[in-house]
């Protein structure tokens, strides 16, 4: 195997101007330039990456921490964040807490593996955070100061806005989403809609709620406790809760589930109790992954940027790896936008859109 002497020797030049070329640490005269680049193909010659980043005193990686990598959600975004880690010439290393929002088990190792990341010397860390919103001030403090132990290593919030406390976010606008699907069950003619939750513990999960609420009485419509029903993003959860929601509300007309997971479930027991969707009942989802176009009926939902999401927070994370001198900047907030997107299971006659490109 080659090392950097060979390609020295090769190139007729100094072992210094081949780690000034390959290192871009010193300005290298473009001849010399091309003839260490020419050794180093001609010889299949591979940087150190070790050797490298105790140099420069950068990891070449970035770590990305999810709450649930199994879910059909964060897949998209991780695969955005990686298209510009590649284009930094950047490694991502994917951690799950494997929990729920709130749970003190998922925020312990949600602490843990901040811990482990900083003690990798990764030079960032997107994350998804499981914390819950009245501990977040304290809890991100102490973040932080792990993080400066090490080097200052940038850390981005995706999905929630943390901005508050210091953290640049890129987060979705749950609450206007949110009315805009319960709008679109209501111009279809629904009366009665239900609303299946998230863990109610998450603020994106509230958000929601507060949208499906805030929407209903600004059309006049009654809400009453047994309309919403609290379910956890999974499908298992989508299929209990509608069972309830039948029980409880025997002339519901419409439902709007918090994720498309849940919505599954959901059409899952419309369909064993009889139910035509969208002639009986109209069925909503939330985020737009690629089961909701798939399944039969396709189902309405509201698609969210995930790809583009995570492509915005590994831009703005990049941005602070390469500013990391400056501790003046102000924290950044970037609010993607979502936008309605009709499927048969509350227009019978909508087209069909197989989304099958990201599956």
């Not at 890129?170 to 003619?189: M, P």
């Not at 990049?318 to 970037?334: H, L, N, V």
Request: contains cysteine; hydrophobic residues 35%; aromatic residues 8%.
């Amino acid at each position: 195997m080659s090392g950097i002497k060979d390609v020295a020797k090769r190139a007729g030049v100094s072992i210094s101007t081949v780690s000034n070329v390959l290192n871009k640490s010193k300005y290298v005269s473009p001849e010399l330039v091309r003839r260490v680049e020419d050794a180093v193909k001609e010889l299949s010659y591979e940087v150190n990456p070790i050797a490298r980043s105790m140099k420069s005193n950068k990891s070449g990686t970035i770590g990305v921490i999810t709450e649930d990598m199994c879910g059909v959600f964060y897949p998209y975004v991780v695969k955005g964040i990686n298209s510009v880690a590649m284009e930094k010439g950047y490694q991502i290393i994917i951690c799950d807490t494997q929990g729920t929002y709130g749970d003190r088990g998922a925020v312990k190792r949600e602490q843990e593996l901040f811990r482990r990341l900083f003690a990798n010397r990764v030079d960032g860390i997107l994350f998804v955070s499981t914390i819950p919103n009245e501990s977040q001030e304290k809890y991100f403090a102490h973040i932080k100061k792990l993080g400066n132990q090490y080097k200052k290593i940038p850390i981005v919030s995706l999905e929630r806005d943390f901005t508050s406390v210091g953290i640049d976010s890129v987060y979705f606008d749950g609450l206007d989403n949110a009315k805009r699907a319960v709008q679109h069950l209501i111009d279809c003619g629904c009366r009665k809609i239900g609303h299946i939750t998230g863990p109610t513990v998450m603020e994106i999960a509230q958000e929601r709620i507060h949208g499906y609420r805030s929407c209903m009485e600004e059309n006049h419509l009654p809400v009453d406790e047994n309309m919403i029903v609290n379910g956890d993003y999974t499908h298992q959860s989508g299929y209990m809760a509608m069972r309830k929601l039948l029980y409880d509300v025997p002339d519901l007309d419409g439902v709007f589930c918090g994720n498309d997971q849940m919505a599954v479930g959901a059409l899952k027991v419309l369909k064993e109790c009889g139910k035509r969707v969208p002639e009986d009942i109209k069925l909503m989802g939330y985020d737009d992954v690629f089961i909701s176009s798939v399944v039969e009926p396709s189902i309405s939902t509201i698609h969210i940027q995930k790809k583009h999401a995570g492509i915005e927070a590994a831009k703005m994370l990049f941005e602070r790896i390469e500013s990391a001198d400056d501790d003046q900047q102000k924290p950044k907030g970037i609010k993607m936008d979502g936008r309605l997107v009709v499927r048969k299971s509350t227009v019978a006659t909508a087209p069909e859109d197989w989304i099958l490109s990201d599956w």
